[in-house]
């Protein structure tokens, strides 16, 4: 079993449709948690980070962090073409000598207009 | 513009042959890694380096090799491609406790 699982999809949504993805994990010892956008045939950029659990809302994204469930979530609002991209979520934690993220395998996101 | 310079962006190279990927950034990070995305698979890490000098080995380092003589170059090499190593890989860098990495353009590369 992997320690991030994520859905790939393909998710197809409509122009201005609320979006949700997510992932789950099983290392308790996670503490950081992101979203990656990748675009075709581009490097992963960072979305957004958040720290342990809790909500936080930057423009049309907002990423949810539930530590007692292992899971967490980014929702898209008013989705756009231009958001078609595969979504990543990663994670890591604050001990280790290697100070990696693990990722999930990604979904594929396209946005009908 | 600050950030990360992969080179080759693609390559196809027969078995057996020896490559290195490579990968230098201009933002002082650190901490430097090396990943391999597949389908299905997702970002895999093959080998990291918290800092200049020290190299550490990922999830799946085997056929490959890195070395960090200084801050900027971290490359990878295959010593002796094989076919599974086809494979897009992306080089990144790190600064800071929170491990937010900034990502290469990554380098395609096709072994026969």
């Known amino acids: ?113 | 513009i600050a950030g990360i310079t992969q080179a080759p962006t693609s390559q196809i190279l027969a078995a057996g042959r020896r490559m290195t990927l490579r990968c230098t950034q201009d933002m002082r990070h650190n901490a430097m890694y090396w990943y391999r995305q597949d389908l299905g698979l997702g970002l895999r890490l093959i080998h990291y380096s918290n800092t200049a000098g020290t190299t550490g080995k990922g999830e799946v380092p085997d056929g490959y090799s890195v070395s960090r003589a200084n801050t900027d170059d971290f490359p990878l090499t295959l010593a002796s491609a094989v076919p599974s190593q086809t494979s897009v890989y992306f080089c990144a860098s790190s600064q800071g406790g929170a491990n937010v990495l900034t990502f290469g353009a990554g380098s395609r590369l096709t072994v026969l």
């Open chain 1, 1 to 113: 079993q992997k320690e991030v699982e994520q859905d790939p999809g393909p998710l197809s949504v409509p122009e201005g449709a609320i979006v949700s993805l997510n992932c789950t994990y099983s290392n308790s010892a996670f503490q950081y948690f992101m979203w990656y956008r990748q675009y075709s045939r581009k490097g992963p950029e960072l979305l957004m980070y958040t720290y342990s659990s809790g909500n936080k809302e930057d423009g049309r994204f907002t990423a949810q962090v539930d530590k007692s469930s292992k899971y967490i979530s980014l929702f898209i609002r008013d989705s756009q073409p231009s958001d078609s991209a595969t979504y990543l979520c990663a994670m890591s934690g604050v001990d280790t000598g290697r100070r990696a993220l693990t990722f999930g395998s990604g979904t594929r996101l396209q946005v009908q207009p």
